[in-house]
């Protein structure tokens, strides 16, 4: 039972356009969401995340949204760059510095130049 | 530099021998996790700590043990390897509350013949 879904393995994006990662979660005990990405050989980087009291947080190029109503959040990445190509991971937990965190599958996220 | 240790990076077994992965952070941080990636399976807790002395299973326990002796080390043990725990596995951690997740060591590949 995926708690945590990324329905899209791969997405593809021309340089300086905008990229938009979605995640869908099922447990509503969830109410703090990250994003993590990661180059291969490396471990995840976390990336930003946003509370559940909030629908919105920014930092930089990435916007990370939540609907709670839809149980779904994305991440937005603008302007995208070549070094944003990677896997991104959606993770949720019970609370927040929750210690257990529920991932999703990833989204390979490719930078056209 | 400060961070998650991870070793050994590589490491091939017969099935049915054990051996541990070894892991150490140096930010005095609280919670540590092990997690294993597969294909298309996202990241999965195998075990986490709270802190010394604390440890709790998470969503793929079996076959694997852990102690937390000191704030520094989290070691994972492999008791009888089997071909499917042929995976890369993470170790984290991360202080007990704030809003920047987990920091990951840069994961050991293990492969079970």
């Known amino acids: 039972d995926q708690q945590v879904k990324q329905n899209s393995p791969s997405l593809s994006v021309q340089e300086g356009r905008i990229s938009i990662l979605n995640c869908d979660y099922t447990?509503?005990?969830?109410?703090?969401f990250l994003w993590y990405k990661k180059y291969p050989a490396e471990g995840p980087t976390f990336l930003i995340s946003?509370?559940?009291?909030?629908d919105k947080n920014e930092d930089g190029r990435f916007t990370v949204f939540l609907n709670k109503s839809a149980k779904h959040l994305s991440l937005h990445i603008v302007p995208s760059q070549p070094g944003d190509s990677a896997v991104y991971f959606c993770?949720?937990?019970?609370?927040?510095?929750?210690?257990?965190?529920?991932f999703g599958t990833g989204t390979r996220l490719t930078i056209i130049p | 530099n400060a961070g998650v240790t991870q070793t050994p990076k590589f490491q091939v077994l017969k099935t049915g021998q054990s051996m541990t992965l070894q892991c150490a952070q140096d930010m005095n941080h609280e919670y540590m996790s092990w997690y294993r990636q597969d294909p298309g399976m996202g990241l999965r807790l195998i075990h986490y700590s709270v802190g010394a002395g604390i440890t709790d299973q998470g969503e793929v326990p079996n076959g694997y043990n852990v102690s937390r002796s000191t704030t520094e080390d989290f070691p994972l043990r492999l008791l009888s390897a089997a071909p499917s725990q042929t995976s890369v596995y993470f170790c984290?951690?991360?202080?007990?509350?704030?809003?920047?997740?987990?920091?990951f060591g840069s994961g050991t590949r293990l492969t079970v013949v």
């Open positions: 946003i509370s559940s009291i909030k």
């Open positions: 993770a949720a937990s019970g609370g927040f510095g929750n210690e257990k965190l529920t």
């Open positions: 984290a951690s991360s202080y007990r509350e704030g809003a920047g997740g987990y920091t």
């Open positions: 447990n509503s005990m969830f109410d703090y």
